[in-house]
């Protein structure tokens, strides 16, 4: 959606191997959340920030990491630890009284 | 706990006919309710919102829900389906009072038959 940035588009990890996914925002919103979406369960909330250089784990953290350095930017770390990391992860900001806008998605496949 | 419960899992209707999409919550503030739908490898596009006020909400490319507090249900419709409305659809509660997280249900897929 407009404003909202995540890359790559798709992105493939070996075993052991870390990989970021990116999510850049250029609407001036406070707060952004990764979640991830795999076949039959909905998506499920694994990071999120409400303010710069703050962060809490949502309902799936293990195996992920966040750093919010920039207002504009929230990556999202797949680390080794991430035993199935096999879907697509989308990034949201929260617009106040309009709701949520995500970004189109990475999906990430392990090789 | 809160949680989101769409019963169907996939629906097919004919071109033309009517719609409805169920979402049920389970959340015991006053919820803060959205719809979206999401083609295939995409992300999520907001189809409609209820924070307050008329209980009937309409969106956007026809689509309109009705919050029923009574029910705790937001349930999604529209009057006529055209094909391009084949998509996957998420009703989603956000807490606000909690960071502002979405809790979705598990999504409803919706195929449209010529």
């Known amino acids: 959606d407009g404003g909202i940035t995540q890359s790559p588009k798709y992105l493939f990890r070996k075993e052991g191997q870390n990989v970021t996914l990116s999510c850049e925002q250029n609407l001036n919103h406070d707060a952004m959340y990764w979640y991830r979406q795999d076949p039959g369960q909905g998506l499920r909330l694994i990071y999120y920030?409400?303010?710069?250089?703050?962060?809490q784990k949502g309902d799936i953290a293990e195996g992920y990491s966040v750093s919010r350095e920039k207002k504009e930017s929230f990556p999202l770390t797949v680390t080794s630890a991430q035993k199935n990391p096999t879907a697509f992860y989308l990034c949201?900001?929260?617009?106040?009284?309009?709701?949520?806008?995500f970004g189109s998605g990475t999906r990430l496949t392990v090789v | 706990a809160q949680s989101v419960t769409q019963p169907d899992i996939h629906i097919t209707v004919s071109e033309g006919a009517s719609l409805e999409l169920r979402c049920n919550y389970s959340y015991g503030a006053t919820p803060y309710l959205f719809w979206y739908v999401q083609s295939p490898g995409q992300g999520l596009q907001l189809l409609l919102k209820y924070f307050s006020g008329d209980t009937l909400v309409q969106g956007i490319k026809g689509f309109e829900a009705e919050f029923k507090r009574s029910q705790s249900s937001f349930n999604l419709r529209k009057p006529s389906v055209h094909w391009s409305d084949a998509a996957e659809y998420f009703c989603a509660v956000g807490l606000y009072n909690q960071g502002g997280k979405l809790i979705f249900g598990q999504g409803t897929e919706l195929s449209v038959k010529p």
């Open positions: 920030s409400q303010i710069v250089n703050d962060f």
């Open positions: 949201a900001i929260r617009r106040g009284g309009d709701g949520y806008t």
